[in-house]
């Protein structure tokens, strides 16, 4: 189970942190990501780790703002969000896959199993 949160309504140029709880023995071992679903638009890749935290890929939109990271030790994934605008506003959700991590494989929502309930994200001009 992964159920995220941190989400709200904020100011363009303001940072916001996600945070990604997830329940289960496995999360250790599991390439975790975020992705993010604007009003009317499909869901898209926003980043991604890799179970030990050694690899990231983010998508071109928001590279040099958002870090991803991840606490094992407390089973949390994380999404730092630095100088947002209002084009990031979305419903923003976690997701779980195996171990396996490639950018163009990881970046892919089709192989993620698990998914959390969605924290909003509204970025006003």
């Known amino acids: 189970q992964l159920q995220a949160s941190g989400g709200g309504l904020v100011q363009a140029g303001v940072s916001l942190r996600l945070s990604c709880a997830a329940s289960?023995?496995?999360?250790?071992?599991?390439?975790m990501a975020w992705f993010r679903q604007a009003p009317g638009k499909e869901r898209e890749f926003v980043a991604t780790?890799?179970?030990?935290?050694?690899?990231?890929y983010y998508a071109d939109s928001v590279k040099g703002r958002f870090t991803i990271s991840r606490d094992n030790a407390k089973n949390t994934v994380y999404l730092q969000m630095n100088n947002l605008k209002p084009e990031d506003t979305a419903l923003y959700y976690c997701?779980?896959?195996?171990?396996?991590?490639?950018?163009?494989?990881?970046?892919?929502?089709?192989?993620?199993?698990?998914w959390g309930q969605g924290t909003l994200v509204t970025v006003s001009s």
């Open positions: 289960g023995r496995t999360f250790d071992v599991s390439t």
């Open positions: 780790i890799s179970w030990s935290g050694a690899r990231t």
């Open positions: 997701a779980a896959g195996g171990g396996y991590f490639s950018a163009n494989y990881s970046s892919t929502s089709k192989n993620y199993v698990y």
